[in-house]
């Protein structure tokens, strides 16, 4: 069974930082991508970020620049940190990964429960 844990959401002033975290648990074999989507109320879940394991990194338009993902696939745990944030940034932000994992071994697409990050103007 695998589980995604997310960290590090709470409540910002517009312009400062926050740094989410998300650990994958459980009998993972390989990585094939970890990042981060949102979700604003009334909208649809977007993409925010994401690592693809030997391909390279992918941003949102609305966040280049100001956001940065990274990664430690030997500890199964994704980063994103953000600044210069904005109240539009305000929204739940769900990790999600494409992994292999558990016996028999299967890819997978899985999801966080979701963290919270509110940006007051």
């Known amino acids: 069974q695998v589980q995604l844990v997310e960290s590090g959401g709470g409540l910002v002033q517009a312009g400062g930082s926050l740094r989410l975290s998300c650990a994958a648990s459980?009998?993972?074999?390989?990585?094939?991508?970890m990042g981060w989507y949102r979700q604003a109320p009334g909208t649809q879940r977007e993409l925010v970020a994401v690592?693809?394991?030997?391909?390279?990194?992918n941003y949102a338009d609305s966040v280049k620049g100001r956001f940065t993902i990274s990664s430690d696939y030997a500890k199964s745990t994704v980063y994103l940190q953000m600044n210069s944030l904005k109240p539009e940034d305000t929204a739940v932000y769900y990790c999600?990964?494409?992994?292999?994992?558990?016996?028999?071994?299967?890819?997978?697409?899985?999801w966080g429960q979701g963290t919270q990050v509110t940006v007051s103007s």
């Open positions: 999600n990964a494409i992994l292999e994992a558990g016996t028999p071994r299967l890819m997978s697409n899985y």
């Open positions: 459980g009998t993972i074999f390989s990585i094939n991508r």
């Open positions: 690592i693809v394991s030997g391909v390279g990194t």
